[in-house]
């Protein structure tokens, strides 16, 4: 996470504690994707200033950021619920709504990332991120920063489960040779 900025980090490890408390309270992971998810997955090459997450229990994860200093506020901009730290203005953490990319994504593939301490978030798989990128740029009317995120995300990673991306990809409705990889095979 060194390429991200340092009120980011410090933003991200109050909402990484507020995920921590809502696990706790629910026995279920909130989970932090789209463009944050890809901030961190990229190491701050594509930064974005909000925090979007699927949490299920609503009340439970109200009551989790609004124990960590989170303020609630409306409307929110593509979310459910919107929070603002007052530390930290300049990020919005966005509840939105749907189940975890429509129950399509393999909730068992996510990773627990430690951002300081006992301070823990959870990501989607690199493969449904950049399947979520490329859906996205699908429907984009053709800005580019999508594919470019998916792009990115392809090339860091390592080990990836082409099956699987090929398959996500495909329930996104994004095009899997947009990243140089054949469909058909």
């Not at 627990?112 to 984009?140: H, M, N």
């Not at 489960?161 to 054949?182: H, M, P, Q, S, T």
């Amino acid at each position: 996470m060194s390429g991200l900025p340092d009120d980011y980090i410090e933003a991200l490890t109050l909402l990484a504690k507020a995920f921590v408390t809502y696990e706790a309270q629910t026995g279920v992971a909130a989970i932090l994707v789209g463009g944050s998810a890809t901030a961190i997955s990229t190491g701050g090459a594509f930064m974005s200033e909000d925090f979007d997450v699927v949490a299920g229990n609503d009340a439970a994860f109200s009551a989790a950021m609004e124990a960590h200093g989170f303020a609630e506020e409306s409307p929110a901009i593509h979310g459910l619920v919107a929070w603002h730290h007052p530390d930290f203005p300049r990020y919005a953490v966005e509840q939105v709504s749907g189940g975890y990319f429509d129950g399509k994504a393999d909730r068992a593939r996510c990773v627990k990332l430690i951002v300081k301490d006992d301070a823990a978030i959870v990501l989607p798989a690199v493969e449904d991120l950049i399947a979520d990128r490329l859906g996205q740029f699908a429907v984009s009317s053709g800005d580019t920063a999508m594919l470019e995120q998916a792009k990115a995300l392809f090339a860091l990673s390592n080990g990836l489960d082409l099956a699987y991306l090929k398959r996500r990809v495909c329930e996104e409705g994004g095009n899997v040779g947009l990243l140089g990889i054949d469909h058909t095979a």
